[in-house]
């Protein structure tokens, strides 16, 4: 049996190996061709079977909102005086008692007058001597029949007698001392029989009427705080009443950085005592926001918190800029004259997704 020769193939590749690189080289194009021509990869497939978050919102109207921060202090008087002798006299009378409501004018203490009225008549009556002989030189003068220099001293006496009744005057008054303005005495330091000497405390006075209520201002704020501006005042009983800042610090504090305030606070029945905690609403500025309730608060990715809104179907992310803060929700300025505000379902989006937004009105 004749032996078998190779096949042509055989004869072919065996005689041009190189046939055999282009046709892997062929296939294997074919193979990739075919690949990126094949439908969606099945990642790529599911991602885009997934279907978008439903969302519900409501639009919202930006109302004008007086910003205003709060501020902590205390009542103090508007004025507190410490009432002193002028002159050295036994006391022999104190006329009031302390927590008394005086008015001005009203006398305090009595000192003794000693010996200073019947001085005060003995003064008047050189006076009347002094001015007579003024008028006598001066008439002599006229005549030419007294000398510049005779006149000169009738005229010194004169006003040495004037100098003298007056000092007598001035200290017969000041055994008497009287309420400079309307108050309360908040203390008596003398008792009946005391011997006061000149600059000695017999009693204090405080004006409650308005009473002051005094406060810091932070460097961020001081700014926007107008001297005359109408606040409410917070008192410990929690009564609500109405002040006026009338007092605000150029310099602030070495130590706390911090702007003295002061507000002023009708009290005209002395009915509030000094010393009393409270809170002042102080309004800065108004601007242009909207209420929303802490349900429509989120986060972003990098924990800040703000709010959803829609930008036709796509979410976007504001931080909250707050105005004023209240027990059934929250002011927010920056969010234009009207928005769309996502109120379910933002806790499931993320700023730049495409959704499916349900307008849901939120009920009054």
Known sequence: ?????????????????????VATLALLVAWVANGQQSPTSPDAQKQSDVPLARVSYDTFISKPIVRSISLYGKTMPNRQLSLRTEVSAKVIAVNVKKGMRVSKGD?????????????LQRAQSLLNVRQKEFNAAKSLKKK??????????????????????????????????????????????????????????????????????KANVSERHIEQVKTGTQTKVRLLNDEIRDATLRYQSSVSSAQTNTFDVEFELSNPDFALPAGMSTEVELPLEESMAVKVTPAMLALDGKGNLGVKTLVGDRVKFVPINLVKSESDGVWLAGLGQKVDLITKGQGFVRDGDQVIAVHSPIQP
């Open 1 to 21: 049996m004749p032996k078998e020769g190779p096949s042509f193939f055989t004869h072919i590749f065996s005689r041009r190996p190189w046939i055999i690189s």
């Open 107 to 119: 006398l305090i203490v009595t000192l003794d007058k000693t010996d200073r009225p019947i001085q």
């Open 144 to 213: 030419g029949l007294q000398g510049e220099v005779s006149f000169s001293r009738a005229q010194a006496n004169l006003t040495d007698a004037k100098a003298t009744v007056e000092n007598l005057r001035l200290a017969l008054a000041r055994t008497e001392i009287r309420a400079p303005f309307d108050g309360v005495v908040d203390k008596i330091d003398v008792e009946l029989g005391d011997y006061a000497r000149s600059g000695d405390p017999v009693a204090s006075l405080v004006d409650l009427d308005p009473l002051l209520i």
